[in-house]
T-cell receptor, first 109, second 114 residues
Framework: GQNIDQPTEMTATEGAIVQINCTYQ??????LFWYQQHAGEAPTFLSY??LDGLEEKGRFSSFLSRSKGYSYLLLKELQMKDSASYLC??????????WGAGTKLIIKP | IAGITQAPTSQILAAGRRMTLRCTQD?????MYWYRQDLGLGLRLIHY???????GKGEVPDGYSVSRANTDDFPLTLASAVPSQTSVYFC?????????????FGPGTRLTVL
């Protein structure tokens, strides 16, 4: 079967760094997306990885290891507005997105 | 440019009633999707359309139907609503020209079936 595993909730301090992990098992693989979703709002695109390694985009970076079925999202210099859920979503062999339940990130002053 | 709009924003519906959730995009995207999101669960695909005139079933299609008469609109219909269909519904679209592409989401419709 297809499965996505992310921590349910994480807490971090403003100004710090946090890493949100995602492990996945899918029928085939065609890349992995990370989305951010603030409470009561729609998901918005953060990053896409298809090759192994780290993709950096400002304060956010995303890492992928295809052989391990593993990705992480790294958030630096945390701000209060980063409080949100972070959704990991790999593409399977049919180019369908398989969504994890998301990690709720709570930022404390 | 509005992107994707959904209507209504929220709705309370009696069980057994018929309901259509509307979704319109102005990005000329080929592909459109309907998801439901329930607390503690990931987004689950209900139906999708790769291009105007075609539709397909997702993970949880039972009790829902869709149509795609043109590029812009992708309505979702609940023929006879049941309480288990209480959820937040998101419409999304993507370029859909082949391969993985970014999905863009509408603001969602919060539906309560009593």
């Amino acid at each position: 079967g297809q499965n996505i595993d992310q921590p349910t909730e994480m807490t971090a301090t403003e100004g710090a760094i946090v890493q949100i992990n995602c492990t996945y098992q899918t029928s085939g693989f065609n890349g992995l997306f990370w989305y951010q979703q603030h409470a009561g709002e729609a998901p918005t695109f953060l990053s896409y990885n298809v090759l192994d390694g780290l993709e950096e985009k400002g304060r956010f970076s995303s890492f992928l290891s295809r052989s391990k079925g593993y990705s992480y999202l790294l958030l630096k210099e945390l701000q209060m507005k980063d409080s949100a859920s972070y959704l990991c979503a790999p593409f399977d062999s049919n180019y369908q997105l398989i969504w994890g339940a998301g990690t709720k990130l709570i930022i404390k002053p | 440019i509005a992107g994707i709009t959904q209507a209504p924003t929220s709705q309370i519906l009696a069980a057994g009633r018929r309901m259509t959730l509307r979704c319109t995009q102005d990005m000329r995207h080929n592909a459109m999707y309907w998801y439901r999101q329930d607390l503690g669960l990931g987004l689950r695909l209900i139906h999708y359309s790769n291009t105007a005139g075609t539709t397909g079933k997702g993970e949880v299609p039972d009790g829902y139907s869709v149509s795609r008469a043109n590029t812009d609109d992708f309505p979702l219909t609940l023929a006879s609503a049941v309480p288990s269909q209480t959820s937040v519904y998101f419409c999304a679209s993507s370029d859909g020209r082949g391969g993985p592409d970014t999905q863009y989401f509408g603001p969602g419709t919060r539906l309560t079936v009593l």
